[in-house]
């Protein structure tokens, strides 16, 4: 593990809902149009159309597709329905809580990842439709909580209490310790399987466009 993951610690997650598909693209198509909201930096407006800038070509918008944002149009876009972007916590109880209060290893389960469970291992380059591997659904019936593309939280990036830095690598993670990154879980198109474990923190900055950064709402 890295040493932003450590040490292992319980947090106390209050009740909350949680959305069982990440936002589409056309969702978000949707909310540009009723608000005026920038697009996705990934996308382009050709002749009236939008299109998608894949990792080769350029190509009509997939609207059942996870939509790629930042952390900042993710949380514009929660507070327009009415929700919010989930905390780190509450995304992890989603993802591996059960309702007998048992953690899994897995949203599934505690079978290693395979390509039946999510979009991940570079199975594919882009996103594929949103509830596209029902196999990898957690105990709840979230979808594609790993794999189709990191998701964001509203957690800021820190250390848990009594963290301690790699000493071979004091600066991997206290650099970013700034208020100006924040958490993702999950995994990607692009996520080998050997990094697919519960406690593997992601960090991008908030107002900046990364690719495969995607979302859903909580309330």
């Known amino acids: 593990a ?20 990440k936002v589409t693209n056309g969702q978000y198509v949707d909310y540009i149009h009723a608000t005026g909201a920038e697009p996705s930096h990934f996308w382009k407006r050709i002749d ?23 952390q900042e149009q993710a949380t514009a876009f929660a507070r327009w329905r009415g929700a919010r972007v989930p ?9 591996f809580g059960t309702p ?31 509830g596209s591997y029902p196999e990898g659904d957690s105990a709840w019936g979230v979808h594609d909580l790993i794999g189709n593309g990191w998701e964001w939280t509203s957690t800021p ?8 830095p790699m000493a ?21 198109p692009a996520t080998s399987p ?5 406690s593997f923190r992601n960090w991008f900055r908030g107002n900046y466009p990364y690719v495969y950064a995607t979302f859903r709402c909580a309330a």
Not at 2 to 21: C, K, S, T
Not at 48 to 70: H, K
Not at 87 to 95: C, G, N, V
Not at 101 to 128: C, I, K, M, Q, T
């Open 194 to 198: 050997e990094l697919i474990r519960r």
């Open 87 to 95: 905390t780190e916590a509450e995304w992890h109880r989603a993802a």
């Open 48 to 70: 009236g159309q939008w299109y998608w800038r894949g990792m080769f070509e350029l190509t009509p918008l997939p609207l059942d597709s996870p939509v790629y944002v930042t």
């Open 168 to 188: 071979s690598y004091p600066n991997y993670s206290a650099d970013f310790f700034d208020g100006q990154h924040f958490v993702l879980k999950g995994a990607s």
């Open 2 to 21: 890295w040493d932003n993951e450590l040490p292992q610690h319980e947090v106390e997650v209050p009740a909350f809902q949680i959305d069982p598909h």
């Open 157 to 164: 990036f820190s250390g848990f209490d009594g963290f301690q």
């Open 100 to 130: 007998s209060g048992e953690e899994r290893l897995y949203p599934w389960g505690d079978e290693p990842p395979d390509a039946s469970r999510g979009n991940f291992g570079f199975a594919n380059w882009d996103p594929v439709p949103a």
